[in-house]
C-alpha cells in the first residue's frame, strides 16, 4: 500500500502564498504520474497540477501562472507552491500518485483563503 502524507495547509490572506509539500513512501519515479487535487465543500474534486514521471507538467486554467509543482527526488516529495491566493483556492488538497491500474491518495490539506 502507498502512503502519501500532505502537509503545508492553513489559512491565509488573499493574495498570500503557501507550499504544499506531498511526501511518498517510496520514490516518486515508482508512479507514472503525481498532482494535487482539491475539493470545495459541495463541489467535485477537481485537478489543479500534476506531471508525469518525464517531467511534463499540466495546470488547471484557474491556477496558471499563480501556482507552481515541483518535486525533490531525493525526499520523494512532491511540492504546490499557490501564490496570489484567492477565496475560490479554499479547499481540501490532496495528493494523487498513479501506479497503473491503481491511484493513491493521501489524507488531505486544508487551506482557506480569508480576510
Known amino acids: 500500500q502507498v502512503q502519501l502524507v500532505e502537509s503545508g495547509g492553513g489559512l491565509v490572506p488573499p493574495g498570500g502564498s503557501l507550499r504544499l509539500s506531498c511526501a511518498a513512501d517510496r520514490s516518486i519515479f515508482s508512479f507514472s504520474y503525481m498532482g494535487w487535487y482539491r475539493q470545495a465543500p459541495g463541489k467535485q474534486r477537481e485537478l489543479v497540477a500534476t506531471?508525469?514521471?518525464?517531467?511534463?507538467?499540466n495546470y488547471a486554467d484557474s491556477v496558471k501562472g499563480r501556482f507552481t509543482i515541483s518535486r525533490d527526488n531525493a525526499k520523494n516529495t512532491v511540492y504546490l507552491q499557490m501564490n496570489n491566493l484567492r477565496p475560490e483556492d479554499t479547499a481540501v488538497y490532496y495528493c494523487?500518485?498513479?501506479?497503473?491500474?491503481?491511484?493513491?491518495w493521501g489524507q488531505g490539506t486544508q487551506v482557506t483563503v480569508s480576510s
Open positions: 506531471f508525469t514521471s518525464g517531467g511534463t507538467k
Open positions: 494523487k500518485a498513479r501506479r497503473s491500474p491503481d491511484d493513491y
